[in-house]
C-alpha cells in the first residue's frame, strides 16, 4: 500500500529555517517524480517543488532561492529544506507522487508551517 | 506562472450534472494534454479525479469526466451525490520547470 507521512511543520518565526520530511512506503522515491504543494489557510493548491527521478529539480517563483528540495534513497524519504521563511509561507504542505507529468496520484496527510512572530 | 482560472462556486440538485470550468493560456492549458483534477473535503488533502484530460483513476467513479477545448479544459458530473460536495482544483503542466499550475478552486454546492 502506497503511504506518505509528512513531519517536520510548526511554528518558527519570520527568517527562520525549517525542513520538512515524507517518508515513503509501498514504492520507490527515486524511481518516480516527487513534488511539494501547499495550501494557504483557506486558499488554493500551489505547487511548490518537484524532484524528477533522474535528480533534476525545480521550483515555483515565490520559493525559488529559499527552499531545496531533496531524497535520501537508503531512507526512501523527500524532503523540503525552508530557508529564509516568510508570512506568506504559512501553509499547510503536502508531499505527492507524480507517476507522470502535472498529476499527482497518493498525497500525504500535509504538515502545517506557520511562520509567526 | 498565473493561476489556471476556475469559478468560485457552482452549484447543483442531486440527480443533476454540472461542469467545471478551467482556463489557462496557449503555455499550459493549451500546449499540453497534461490537465488533472482533484476533490478535496474540508481538512482532507486533495484526491485525484481525472488526469490526462480525460483519464479516471482506478476507483474513481464514472460519473466524473473531463475534456478539453483550446485553452479550456472541463470537469463534468453527472449523477450529482450529497457526497460530491467539496472543492475541486485543476491542475496543468506547463513544462519541466513549471511541473503544475493549479486553478483556484471551485466550491461545489449540491442542494
Known amino acids: 500500500e502506497v503511504q506518505l507521512v509528512e513531519t517536520g511543520g510548526g511554528l518558527i518565526q519570520p527568517g527562520g529555517s525549517l525542513r520538512l520530511s515524507c517518508a515513503a512506503s509501498g514504492f520507490t522515491v527515486s524511481s518516480n517524480y516527487m513534488s511539494w504543494v501547499r495550501q494557504a489557510p483557506g486558499k488554493g493548491l500551489e505547487w511548490v517543488s518537484v524532484?524528477?527521478?533522474?535528480?533534476?529539480?525545480y521550483y515555483a517563483d515565490s520559493v525559488k532561492g529559499r527552499f531545496t528540495i531533496s531524497r535520501d534513497n537508503s531512507k526512501n524519504t523527500l524532503y523540503l529544506q525552508m530557508n529564509s521563511l516568510r508570512a506568506e509561507d504559512t501553509a499547510v504542505y503536502y508531499c505527492?507522487?507524480?507517476?507522470?507529468?502535472?498529476?499527482?496520484?497518493?498525497w500525504g496527510q500535509g504538515t502545517l508551517v506557520t511562520v509567526s512572530s | 506562472q498565473s493561476a489556471l482560472t476556475q469559478p468560485a462556486s457552482v452549484s447543483g440538485s442531486p440527480g443533476q450534472s454540472i461542469t467545471i470550468s478551467c482556463t489557462g493560456t496557449?503555455?499550459?492549458?493549451?500546449?499540453?494534454?497534461?490537465v488533472s483534477w482533484y476533490q478535496q473535503h474540508p481538512g482532507k488533502a486533495p484526491k485525484l479525479m481525472i488526469y490526462?484530460?480525460?483519464k479516471r483513476p482506478s476507483g474513481v467513479s464514472n460519473r466524473f469526466s473531463g475534456s478539453k477545448s483550446g485553452n479550456t479544459a472541463s470537469l463534468t458530473i453527472s449523477g450529482l451525490q450529497a457526497e460530491d460536495e467539496a472543492d475541486y482544483y485543476c491542475?496543468?503542466?506547463?513544462?519541466?520547470?513549471?511541473?503544475?499550475?493549479f486553478g483556484g478552486g471551485t466550491k461545489l454546492t449540491v442542494l
Open positions: 505527492a507522487r507524480a507517476p507522470g507529468a502535472g498529476h499527482f496520484d497518493y
Open positions: 491542475c496543468s503542466y506547463a513544462g519541466s520547470s513549471t511541473f503544475g499550475v
Open positions: 496557449s503555455s499550459d492549458v493549451g500546449s499540453y494534454n497534461l
Open positions: 490526462e484530460v480525460s
Open positions: 524532484i524528477y527521478s533522474g535528480g533534476s529539480t
